[in-house]
């Protein structure tokens, strides 16, 4: 016998109840000895002893308890706890799962440490294993992880489940222990759902912390080997029957009820039929050794390996879970918790992907609602190319920087801008005709909304641009001394002249007299040859029918005097000089734009202002100056803080991205102080 077993006395000082214990140790390389000396069994607790024998190996210990906490802070502690403190020392994990009081942790004592109770068992009515106990079997290398019953009565019931399957996770096999004479259908769905969950939130965790630990082959694609370890008493358990094996059977139940197994390496089956209350369990300890010699799917590990793994899915796959699931592991055990503000369904990422630079994610189909926002458009022209790019309506392109944008926004419409294709599409492009931008421009696809961030500052300040480009267009029209008018006058003839018209930009001066055009000058069309004329040179008015116009209308001098019934005059069509005639009775309103756009602004702006916005009510000084809001001193409201101000406490502009303003706008002055 080695000189490292040997009968240990332990000299206790002081009164103490002693207890004559007999038992075998198996902690050092498996050799046995007996224990014949009395010995104070809370002094031996206290010292970290084994409890029975006193040697210096402690028994097992408290790795999670019931809500998920790890009680071992770090890997060194996890190590020095198991006494496996050796340098090239590789080990795997063994746990067993079953419903409570089915004999797990006699099973564990019986298997891997000779009938010693290194698992505490009991006969009592309350379990006595609460948690995830382990302890280091010496003789295979083996971590043995004791877990709560199944089915027991637990107020953390939730949590508990989740963290079975969190050991399952780090284990290399596991032993499912079931007493029953027949296996039942809480058998068959722990195997299929146990499987569902591996692959679809272990997997890739799993995968994450070997390429962290430089161990990739450690940890394979493929979970645990699963053994079934099923005792009866009156039936007989499965076997053999030539044609198909007992792991056949099992399989062929799984797939009959639409349960999965793909992630399990192997399935085996034991079964025992036990005529007495003793079980043989030399047939499981086959089983185990096979299954441990079998390094193709997963080699042997480092015992802080085995820490880490189990610490990152613990830390991973934690919270709070919502109660009412009838389901043995339900999905939201390990799924993110947000759900889309829009139709209500919850991220089917698992818990943490935000962390690893996923966002959300849904494969359901989501529902449009206006207050959100939340129909993308992705360009045409690139999908068909190949690319997916977003685009959004705006009231401006990138370019237009000035007034001159949101005039174009005035009569045109919004614009959808694709960064590779330019401008794609304006809503009100042409005076009639326009079709929708998902006919020809833009797919359309409804998107789900997991925060507020983006949407909410988006939807309340859309309405508030427009009118401030409203508000914008009427402080040109009324006080730049040179008008704009003719600028957009001249713009929009463009947009809606007849083909043969030659365009205001090009137009530098009369086409008869050639006295060059100032700025403020008019341009005039001759509805004949279509060339630009000033005032005095396209003064006589007459039909031409040869271009559909059969009113009197301007015409040149030379037009006047030539004969415009001719033959060889190209007829326009009806269409194209259509458009021209609804546009010259728009274009004659311009010069009251300045009243028009002041009274609609008027009319309409306490209905769209943003919601962090002080009403117009509310405010009667400014609250900077503390200066009296009235006709000649404007109300004005910072796009940062929402509070009014007067013009001279807010001539500063800035984005505010926070508050959905991507451009410079206007804010006051204690808010540029505060930048």
């Known amino acids: 016998m080695s000189t490292l077993w040997r009968e240990h006395k332990f000299e206790a000082t002081g009164p103490a109840i002693m207890e004559s214990l007999d038992s075998m140790c198996i902690c050092n390389r498996g050799e ?23 040697c210096n190996k402690p028994k097992s210990f408290l790795l999670i308890d019931g809500q998920e906490n790890l009680k071992i802070s770090s890997a060194e502690q996890f190590v020095e706890r198991l006494c496996c403190d050796t340098a090239d020392l590789k080990v795997k994990v063994v746990s067993i799962f079953g419903n409570t009081g089915d004999g797990k942790s006699h099973t564990l004592n019986q298997t891997f440490f000779k009938g010693v109770e290194i698992f505490k068992t009991s006969n009592e009515q309350n379990s006595c294993t609460l948690g995830i106990w382990v302890a280091f079997d010496p003789v295979l290398n083996v971590i043995c992880l004791d877990t709560e019953g199944l089915l027991g009565i637990s107020t953390y019931e939730n949590e508990r489940t989740r963290l079975l399957l969190k050991v399952l996770a780090v284990s290399d096999i596991v032993v499912y222990r079931t007493q029953s004479e027949r296996l039942n259908r809480d058998f068959y769905m722990f195997l299929g759902t146990a499987s569902r969950t591996y692959n679809h939130h272990f997997q890739a965790a799993l995968q994450a912390v070997g390429q962290g630990e430089g161990v990739l082959s450690s940890l394979s694609a493929l979970g645990p080997s699963i053994i079934v370890l099923h005792e009866t008493r009156y039936t007989k358990p499965l076997n053999n029957n030539g044609l198909e094996s007992a792991e056949d059977l099992l399989r062929t139940r799984l797939a ?125 022209k690139c999908y068909s190319n190949g690319n997916e790019v977003q685009v959004t309506k705006r009231i401006q392109t990138q370019n237009d920087n000035s007034w001159y ?217 400014c609250f900077i100056c503390y200066q009296k809001f009235s006709d000649t001193l404007p109300l004005h409201h910072c796009r940062d803080c929402g509070r009014g101000v007067c013009h001279d406490c807010s001539q500063h502009r800035k984005p505010v991205p926070h508050r959905g303003w991507d451009k410079p706008v206007r804010v006051c002055y204690s808010c540029m102080k505060l930048d």
């Open 405 to 621: 944008g949101l005039a174009k926004y005035a009569w045109s419409g919004d614009v959808i801008e694709c960064p590779h294709c330019g401008e794609i599409y304006r809503s009100r492009q042409y005076w009639y005709g326009n079709r929708d931008p998902e006919e020809f421009a833009v797919r359309t696809e409804i998107t789900h909304v997991w925060n507020m961030e983006n949407h909410s500052a988006t939807s309340q300040n859309t309405a508030q641009r427009v009118i401030d480009g409203v508000s914008y267009i009427t402080e040109a029209v009324t006080n730049v001394s040179l008008q704009p008018t003719k600028v957009l006058s001249a713009w929009v003839a463009d947009q809606v002249a007849p083909s043969y018209w030659r365009p205001n930009h090009e137009i530098k001066h009369c086409h008869k007299c050639k006295t060059p055009f100032a700025p403020t000058d008019t341009k005039h069309h001759c509805r004949a040859c279509g060339e630009g004329f000033c005032s005095q040179c396209s003064v006589r008015t007459k039909c031409v029918p040869s271009r559909n116009w059969h009113t009197p209308v301007r015409v040149c001098d030379l037009c006047y005097s030539k004969d415009t019934t001719c033959n060889d005059e190209t007829t326009e069509t009806a269409d194209d000089v259509n458009a021209r005639k609804v546009s010259e009775q728009v274009v004659s309103t311009l010069s009251a734009v300045g009243t028009v756009l002041n009274y609609s602004k008027s009319f309409i702006k306490d209905t769209v202002r943003p919601s962090y916005w002080i009403p117009d009510s509310e405010v009667v000084n």
């Open 256 to 380: 009959q009820m639409n349960l999965e197994t793909e992630a399990f390496s192997s399935i085996k089956y034991v079964g025992l039929q036990t005529a007495n209350s003793t079980a043989d369990y030399e047939p499981l300890q086959i089983a185990i050794k096979k299954e441990l010699n079998n390094t193709t799917v997963r080699s042997a590990r480092k015992p802080h390996l085995v820490y880490n793994t189990l610490k990152v899915l613990n830390d991973k796959f934690s919270g709070k879970i919502e109660n009412g699931s009838n389901a043995l592991f339900p999905d939201q055990y390990f799924t993110c918790p947000v759900k889309c503000l829009s139709c209500g369904c919850r991220c089917s990422n698992s818990m943490g992907h935000l962390e690893e630079g996923k966002p959300h994610d849904s494969n359901t189909r989501c529902r449009y609602q206006h207050q959100y926002e939340n129909l993308v458009y992705t360009c045409k």
């Open 32 to 54: 046995s000895y007996s224990i014949h000396d009395s010995v104070p069994a809370n002094v031996a607790s206290e010292n970290g002893l084994c409890v029975k024998c006193q």
